[in-house]
């Protein structure tokens, strides 16, 4: 999941955001602290800071040059690599604002693709609520193909990265798949299930 989540973050930002603003914004005070085990944010009048934890920047990870390149051609603030792996993006609010504009319609691009798509050709919609936390997604099988499947991963990190880069705390992104002739559901998986379920399982094989 790391890598995938990595790979998603790197397209995300490099689709997302516009040229580099040349005005320059006085530091001000920060007026607000929000903290949760995953995602810390710092909200100040015009610029919020967000530090992504390591396990969401991949496993690879990421070098400072490359986040000082994304800086330069991005339009962020700063982008500084933690002792911990984690990495914390400075940005403006307004770039925010942009970012999870676009992290959204790309997000509903994808997944219109993914409709009758190549790897889940039976799915027939797919609905997901205002704050990126909830996937309803309907398909004509009464149980989850392979392709099915694996497609909560591709749900997880659109809702994870979106919910990471708004700064939400504590959230969860559940999946719900339902048939589309009788309308009950076949299966729910939620992120932090799914996350447990792994180390679970790493740690047994350990």
Known sequence: MNKLIKILLAFVLSCSCMACSRTQEPVKEEKAVEKTENIKTKKGIL???????????????VTQEELDQEVKEKGFKSATINEDGSVTYVMSKSKQKEL?????????????????????PNVTDIQVNKEVTEFTVTTTN??????ESFSCI??????????????N??????????????????????????????EESQNENN
Do not use: C, H
Not at 142 to 147: F, I, K, P, R
């Open 47 to 61: 610029n919020v800071t967000i530090t992504i934890p390591a396990s969401f920047v991949g496993e690879e990870g």
């Open 100 to 120: 999870l504009k676009k992290m959204k319609e790309d997000m509903d691009g994808n997944l219109q693709d993914m409709i009758g798509g190549e790897s889940t």
């Open 142 to 147: 009464t149980e989850l193909d392979l392709g």
């Open 154 to 167: 591709a749900l997880f990190m659109y809702g994870g990265l979106y919910n990471s880069f708004a700064g």
């Open 169 to 198: 705390e504590d959230f969860d992104v559940l999946v719900t798949y339902k048939n589309a002739d009788s309308k009950e559901v076949i299966e729910k998986i939620s992120l932090r299930e799914w996350i447990s379920n792994i």
